[in-house]
Nanobody
Framework: QVQLVESGGGLEQAGGSLRLSCAAS??????????MAWYRQAPGKPRDLVAG???????NYADSVKGRFGISKDNAKNTVYLQMNSLKPEDTAVYYC?????????????WGQGTQVTVSS
C-alpha cells in the first residue's frame, strides 16, 4: 500500500515560517515517484495547487505564494518539502501532499491525509 505521510503543520504568526514534509512509502514494494505537489484547501473553498515539482526538479507555484514558498525534494528519502516564509493569514488551510507513484502493477495519484496550517494575524 502506497502511503504519503505529512508533517510540519501548526500555528504560526503572520510573517513567520513553517516547513512541511511529506514522505512516500510502499512497504514491501518497489516504486518510483514522478511529480509531487502540495495543495491546500481552506474552509468552504476548493482544493488548489500551491506548488509542484517534477521528477527532473522543475518547479511551479501558485501566484499567491511566489517568492514566499519553496518546494524541494530529497529523492533518497522519497520526501518532498514545502518551505513557507512570510506567512499570511490567508495561507491558513489544510495542506495536502500529492504524488504520482508507479509500482510494478500500476501508476496512481496519491494523497496524504492533510496537515493543518493556521496563521494568526
Amino acid at each position: 500500500q502506497v502511503q504519503l505521510v505529512e508533517s510540519g503543520g501548526g500555528l504560526e504568526q503572520a510573517g513567520g515560517s513553517l516547513r512541511l514534509s511529506c514522505a512516500a512509502s510502499a512497504p514491501g514494494r518497489i516504486f518510483t515517484i514522478g511529480s509531487m505537489a502540495w495543495y491546500r484547501q481552506a474552509p468552504g473553498k476548493p482544493r488548489d495547487l500551491v506548488a509542484g515539482i517534477t521528477s527532473d526538479g522543475s518547479t511551479n507555484y501558485a501566484d499567491s505564494v511566489k517568492g514566499r514558498f519553496g518546494i524541494s525534494k530529497d529523492n533518497a528519502k522519497n520526501t518532498v518539502y514545502l518551505q513557507m516564509n512570510s506567512l499570511k493569514p490567508e495561507d491558513t488551510a489544510v495542506y495536502y501532499c500529492n504524488a504520482i507513484i508507479t509500482t510494478r502493477s500500476s501508476t496512481g495519484n496519491y494523497w496524504g491525509q492533510g496537515t493543518q496550517v493556521t496563521v494568526s494575524s
